[in-house]
């Protein structure tokens, strides 16, 4: 039956936005909302979506394009697509073993994923079906708690840590709050209609994930566990005010393997980054979820790659097409991430949403290039004008 229904709201999915339009049939609003909001009153939501519609392209004409490169080699690793997933917490909120889901499909289709500190799944659950994850964590400013979980994670074998630092204190999104989206999880009156009103997401979901995992906890927050989702404690998930470069410095010299900061929209924090011998950033506002009014990760890497032009600068924040991938990539961008839809994709169809999300956006990809006259990235550059 289930797959009954995922197959039936595949044949409905002709974009990436279409699984956020299902995705709200599939959710109750707390979640719905939760995923889609943003911090404030949503400039910076739209103005990263926005940003794409400045730059424009001029495409050639009568070249041959039969064959166009569309894989990417990122810290020696090749895989079949420039962009990957994003690290979104809370997936199992969405639908039940979503970080498994997403994981899965991503190693199947040759695409980065990075799995989120603020989890439900084991990350050693989630390393067994891909070992190729990254791992974002929210690092306290207790550098034996960040110690433990470097160990931690050296034993799933995980080659890149994407560490967060734009969450320095909680952001406030006003329409999860309406909603009734609390974490920890308390009981209240909007959120209790809402899942009423979804009883295949009480039972399937929030029911299951508290019969399967007794108490369910954020499991990937220190090197022994986290919170659970009930707990008072949950307030301290996230980054630490107290962290500041001390910490990056720390990592930096006891990590061995690649190590990206995310959540940086200032060049001059990039070439500290760089200076610190950090590999690779993340410009990004967070999906606009922290704070609002920021500038866009656009307008972040048209500055920070004219300051850095070999460094590796990847990118997120409001792409929905290949066609925005190209942009960023037009720009010079190593890498593209997505967060919002690969979520929304698992809610509509779990692991085969998030396959079709990514296939979707790799043909637009491909059929964009070809359009545009051009068959590798670094052509991108001569096509692309801006507004
Ligand atoms: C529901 C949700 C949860 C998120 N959780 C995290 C997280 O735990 N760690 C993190 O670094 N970023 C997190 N992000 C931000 C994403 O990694 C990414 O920066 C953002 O979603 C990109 O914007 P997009 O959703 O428009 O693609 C989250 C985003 C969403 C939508």
Redesign the pocket.
Known sequence: MAGFIARHHLNRVFCLEDFEKLSKSCLPRAVYE??RNGAGAEFSLHY?EAAFHALLWQPYRLRQVDKVETGVTIFGETYSVPFGL?????AAMVRYDADRLEARAAHRLDTPY?L???SLTPLEDVFAVNPRSWF?P?FPDDYDVIDGMMARLEKVNCRVI?V?VD?PVAAKRIAEQRAGYAMPIRPNLPAARGALAHPGWLFGTLLRNIVAERKPRIENIRAQGGPGIFSKEIKAVGGSPKFDWAHVRHIRDRWKHKLVL??LLRADDVEKAAALGVDAV?L?N????QIDTTISPMEALMETRARLPDYTLII????RSGNDVLKAMALGADLV?????F?QACAVAGESGVAKAITLVKEDIARCMAILGVTQFDQLKEVLIEN
Do not use: C, E, Q, W
């Open positions: 939760y995923i990263n994003a690290p979104t917490g809370g990075i989120s500190a603020n974002a929210y994407v967060t969450v995310k959540g993340v990004s967070h999906g606009a979820r997120d924040g409001g792409f991430l997505m967060g919002r839809p979520l």
